[in-house]
């Protein structure tokens, strides 16, 4: 799962770095297919439940599930970008919201609300605690903000699937659900709305969007309990 998770970490930052006005969500999503082979893993997205792109490429009021087509990004959106990678056997899966130029304050101060519940969260997954107590600590940190959670989708238990028990809500109460134990990893997945917390999916059964149309942001670690620190498995190591 380490090395998994580092390849997945490396693919998101060297997508990242490809973020640029004029560029196409289809252009971004040649590229993590090309990083990823650069870094021997492939795709966990691709075919998964019939998904026909290699990663996830969301724009403003969509959430997550966005697939690579002829859009071009403009100074002033937020592109979510997330990256599952299968490499020997194991799953790393990660993700992060990256402006396009100078982006609106309301929308900068939304990826900071939405990167710091993510890190309030993972504080949160130690060994001994309660599922519900990683769910608690984002909703309380972006309600507390003024934003809003998805309800709909969630994060999930992640190792040689991609999707694994437990699922793990991003709203919740503290000291609820099953007790968190050193081994379990973790896909830790807070996504915000600046508006409210309804979303839709559009007739490519896949793209979900806020059903008002307000922005909304991703980000997403994999994690690992220990006896300690928790460790995050898709940190990143690139300069």
């Known amino acids: 799962m380490r090395i998994a998770g580092r390849a997945a970490s490396r693919v998101l930052q060297r997508l990242a770095r490809e973020v640029r006005p004029g ?7 040649i590229a993590a297919a090309d990083f990823m082979s650069e870094e021997g893993c492939v795709s966990a997205f691709l075919g998964y439940r019939g998904f026909p792109a290699h990663a996830c490429i969301s724009l403003n009021e969509e959430v997550v599930h966005g697939i690579g087509g002829a859009r071009r990004l403009q ?3 937020i592109v979510k970008l997330d990256i599952g990678v299968i ?3 194991w799953i790393g899966d990660n993700a992060r919201t990256v402006p396009v130029g100078l982006i609106t304050q309301e ?5 900071e609300v939405t990167e710091a519940s993510l890190k309030s969260a993972i504080n949160q997954a130690r060994s001994g605690n309660r599922l519900g107590d990683i769910s ?3 909703q309380g940190h972006v309600e507390s903000q003024g934003f809003s959670v998805v309800r709909e989708f969630v994060g999930h238990g992640v190792g040689r699937e ?4 437990p699922q793990i809500p991003n709203f919740g109460k503290l000291g609820t659900g099953p007790k968190l134990k050193p081994g379990m990893t973790l ?3 807070p996504m915000v709305n600046v508006g409210k917390p309804a979303v839709r999916v559009l007739e490519d059964k896949w793209t979900v969007v806020t059903k008002d149309g307000s922005l909304s942001a991703h980000f997403e670690h994999t994690v690992l309990i220990t006896r300690g620190e928790p460790e995050i498995l898709t940190w990143p190591d690139l300069n």
């Not at 929308?107 to 990826?111: F, P």
């Not at 991609?162 to 028990?165: F, V």
Request: charged share 30%; hydrophobic share 45%; glycine share 8%.
């Open 23 to 29: 560029v196409s969500t289809k252009e971004l999503d």
């Open 107 to 111: 929308s900068a101060r939304l990826l």
């Open 75 to 77: 100074v002033g959106d």
């Open 187 to 189: 896909a830790i997945e």
């Open 87 to 89: 490499k020997g056997s």
């Open 162 to 165: 991609l999707h694994e028990e």
């Open 136 to 138: 608690a600590a984002v």
